[in-house]
């Protein structure tokens, strides 16, 4: 089974910019549907952006649309998420998932949205956008 761990985490002031990066321990993530994750205090955990297997599909919380980049390179077994312009609101844990499933995510090569069809999570990392 994929065991993600993130790093990247950090402070940054408002419009900065952070990269995360997601590296997979157990198995390749090469087949893997990748998805990123975030939760602020006392808030839920919501979907920020997923990839697709080979990277040719993507999906974004509307909320980062413009402003996040998800990307991978499978041949490092790695998935970044490039944060730009950053808000005080981006502000929360940070987690890596992957979707182990290959019905429908490997064989439609598109990657899930929904937290429940994600198998495996990081611990996260934090990110803090302060003033």
């Known amino acids: 089974q994929v065991q993600p761990v993130e790093s990247g985490g950090g402070s940054v002031q408002t419009g900065g910019s952070l990269r995360l990066s997601c590296v997979a321990s157990?198995?390749?993530?090469?087949?893997?549907?990748v998805g990123w994750f975030r939760q602020a205090p006392g808030t839920e955990r919501e979907f920020v952006a997923a990839?697709?297997?080979?990277?040719?599909?993507?999906s974004y919380a509307d909320s980062v649309k413009g402003r996040f980049t998800i990307s991978r390179d499978n041949t490092k077994n790695t998935v970044y998420l490039q944060m730009d312009s950053l808000k005080l609101e981006d502000t929360g844990i940070y987690y890596c998932?992957?979707?182990?499933?290959?019905?429908?995510?490997?064989?439609?090569?598109?990657?899930?949205?929904?937290?429940?069809?994600?198998?495996?999570w990081g611990q996260g990392t934090q990110v803090t956008v302060s003033t």
């Open positions: 998932a992957a979707c182990s499933r290959l019905e429908p995510y490997y064989y439609n090569d598109s990657p899930p949205v929904d937290a429940h069809e994600f198998d495996s």
């Open positions: 157990g198995r390749t993530l090469g087949i893997i549907s």
């Open positions: 990839i697709s297997w080979s990277g040719a599909n993507k």
